[in-house]
């Protein structure tokens, strides 16, 4: 089975421009969560998805957000960007339907904001 | 809410020596608690988990964990450390909460780095 996707690997952007992000995730699983990694910080959850829905959200800003599509597969999105966004960004996914449930990551997209 | 605290954020042995990475965790319920592991430039990746039932967890590369109650610790063990086991290990404890609400996220520690020398 193939594991969790995300694309792109690197980005560099500018203060003030937008960036999207893609998940996709394993096969069969419908929950899909994102979380932001950084050395200050460190894995910081943003939120989560479940069949096209929201279930779940971290205390991030507004200019964070996401959504996910029928096929699962999800997207986040962040507006306006700072330079205290560069990070990387990993998303995660199950099936959706327990608290003990793994969670299986993807390799993370790495965003360089200058 | 969770927290998770991992007590040494670097931990340094000899190839060989044995393998003691701490965690301690607060949980308003029975927990549910992980362990993660991630090499350079890479996403992370599950050693093992406790959920219920035993309570000393086998888990990949030969670690495990023992979930102790009563010292709120799931601290990760490994006999004899290898080279191939330096890399940067996080613990991590499934955010339910008694209304159900919290789906889908897991509160980790801040990690510890490991290194292992020849």
């Known amino acids: 089975k193939a594991g969790v996707t995300q694309t792109p690997r690197y980005l560099i952007k500018t203060r003030g421009q937008q960036v999207t992000l893609s998940c996709s995730p394993i096969?069969?699983?419908?929950?899909v969560s994102w979380y932001q990694q950084t050395p200050g910080q460190g894995l910081q959850f943003l939120f989560e998805?479940?069949?096209?829905?929201?279930?779940n959200k971290g205390n991030f800003p507004g200019r964070f957000s996401g959504r996910q599509f029928s096929n699962s597969r999800s997207e986040m999105n962040v507006s306006t960007l700072e330079l205290g966004d560069s990070a990387l960004y990993l998303c995660?996914?199950?099936?959706?339907?327990?608290?003990?449930?793994?969670?299986?990551f993807g390799p993370g997209t790495r965003l360089l904001v200058l | 809410a969770q927290s998770v605290t991992q007590l040494g954020s670097h931990v340094s042995v000899s190839e060989g020596a044995l393998v003691l990475l701490r965690c301690n965790y607060s949980s308003s319920v029975p927990p549910y608690l992980f362990w993660y592991v991630q090499y350079p430039n890479q996403g992370l990746q599950l050693l093992l988990k406790y959920t219920t039932g035993a309570t000393l967890v086998k888990g990949i590369n030969g670690f495990e964990a023992e979930f102790k109650k009563s010292e709120t610790s799931f601290h990760l063990t490994k006999p004899s450390a290898h080279m191939s086991d330096a890399a940067e290990y996080f613990c991590a404890v499934s955010d339910r909460d008694a209304g159900g609400t919290s789906y889908g996220k897991l509160t980790f520690g801040q990690g510890t780095i490991l290194t292992v020398h020849p």
């Open positions: 995660a996914s199950s099936l959706g339907f327990g608290y003990q449930e793994t969670q299986y």
């Open positions: 998805y479940f069949s096209e829905t929201q279930r």
């Open positions: 096969s069969g699983h419908r929950s």
